[in-house]
T-cell receptor, first 121, second 112 residues
């Protein structure tokens, strides 16, 4: 089945550091990937839609200069949290739609990475 | 995307069927119903989806009412490992459909 790999799974770093999170679709091509953020005991909140070869689309209230998204290939999207501060600490999750050996179809389910737990000290 | 409503929590005895309801009364004709679950500290896992017909796979069954305003996810023989938050989502189909709006979901606790 379709697999989405997210790396790293956990990051602990000092305030002011920039952190890059990778999201890869392992056995399918994904022209679109999605980035979510999740606070403890809360639901997933969509941050942005990552489009291969073009600019990402950000949800209202999400700072595009703080959360840089690059989707340089059909299998890789990256989220960079720039100059991270303690309030950026959260669980970040990516997803992509697609299936093994199939072109992207409209009713394909999303497949999620295992998330990255970011802790800023 | 249409909004969904789910009960915040449910309990189920191990080995029994777990029936998780979802209301999506504003669903439109081009929206599918998807179910995902999230086990603590992991990414959501796809379970099943459907448009108007009932669906079954190795994990679960999905029953969609005739008017499509509600659905029920059925885990036929719940195990302790099925304890998770279950999310019901409706989503427009299309060539780049994938954007999902997550509600609060139902926390299912399977008890021995």
């Amino acid at each position: 089945g379709a697999v989405v790999s997210q790396h790293p799974s956990r990051v602990i770093c000092k305030s002011g550091t920039s952190v890059k999170i990778e999201c890869r679709s392992l056995d399918f091509q994904a022209t679109t990937m999605f980035w979510y953020r999740q606070f403890p005991k809360k639901s997933l909140m969509l941050m942005a839609t990552s489009n291969e070869g073009s600019k990402a689309t950000y949800e209202q209230g999400v700072e595009k200069d703080k959360f840089l998204i690059n989707h340089a290939s059909l299998t890789l999207s990256t989220l960079t949290v720039t100059s991270a501060h303690p309030e950026d600490s959260s669980f970040y999750i990516c997803s992509a739609s697609g299936g093994t050996g199939t072109a992207l179809r409209g009713n394909q389910p999303q497949h999620f990475g295992d998330g990255t737990r970011l802790s800023i000290l | 995307d249409a909004k969904t409503t789910q009960p915040p929590s449910m309990d189920c005895a191990e080995g029994r069927a777990a029936n998780l309801p979802c209301n999506h009364s504003t669903i439109s004709g081009n929206e599918y119903v998807y179910w995902y679950r999230q086990i603590h500290s992991q990414g959501p896992q796809y379970i099943i989806h459907g448009l108007k017909n009932n669906e079954t796979n190795e994990m679960a069954s999905l029953i969609i009412t005739e008017d499509r305003k509600s659905s029920t996810l059925i885990l036929p023989h719940a195990t302790l490992r099925d304890t998770a938050v279950y999310y019901c989502i409706v989503r427009v189909r299309g060539t780049n459909a994938g954007k999902s709006t997550f509600g609060d979901g139902t926390t299912l606790t399977v008890k021995p």
